[in-house]
């Protein structure tokens, strides 16, 4: 009788090649991921946001609350229209912020800056433009992140 060995795989070893397969499909899909750059002409269009957080008052944090729209043109200006609400008190409502700028790294990284009022933020762009990440980074007092979503692909102003 000729019997063949049968293998035996223990359950720990069955483990780590789950964890081992499962690391190999991430890798690929970030390298996939990570062949796409970005430029400015990534994010045009009409961006809708609606975000909140905190406002350092005096060393309190009193809670804000921000929503509104971003035009951006793919050549790095934007226009930005936006009402904000910090401890339930409107401190503008629809103001409109022209001439203000983005830039955008192949990385998909980049800065978005409200000129007139010293707003910046920190980007992080989907290739395909049609989100980006934030964190505002000026001015310091302020404590808000969110997410951006691209509504539509015109860049002038609906009336």
């Known amino acids: 009788m000729n019997k063949r060995p049968h293998l035996r795989i223990s359950r720990p070893m069955v483990m780590m090649f789950g964890m081992v397969a499962a690391a190999m499909t991430t890798q690929q899909g970030y390298a996939e991921g990570a ?31 921000v929503a509104g729209f971003d035009i951006l ?4 200006n934007l226009l930005s229209n936006s009402t904000l609400i910090v401890g339930g008190t409107v401190i503008f409502q629809n103001l409109v912020v022209p001439n203000g700028s983005y830039t955008v790294n192949k990385d998909c990284t980049g800065t978005l800056n409200l000129a007139a009022n010293g707003v910046v933020l920190s980007i992080f762009v989907a290739p395909d433009g049609e989100a980006f990440d934030y964190v505002q980074t000026a001015p310091s007092d302020n ?17």
């Open 35 to 65: 062949s796409k750059t970005c430029s400015l002409e990534t994010l045009k269009g009409r961006y809708q946001f609606a975000s909140a957080g905190h406002a350092v008052i005096n060393g309190a944090a009193v809670p804000l609350a």
């Open 73 to 76: 043109d793919g050549h790095g």
């Open 143 to 159: 404590i808000l992140a969110g997410t951006i979503r691209r509504v539509s692909r015109r860049t002038e102003v609906e009336q």
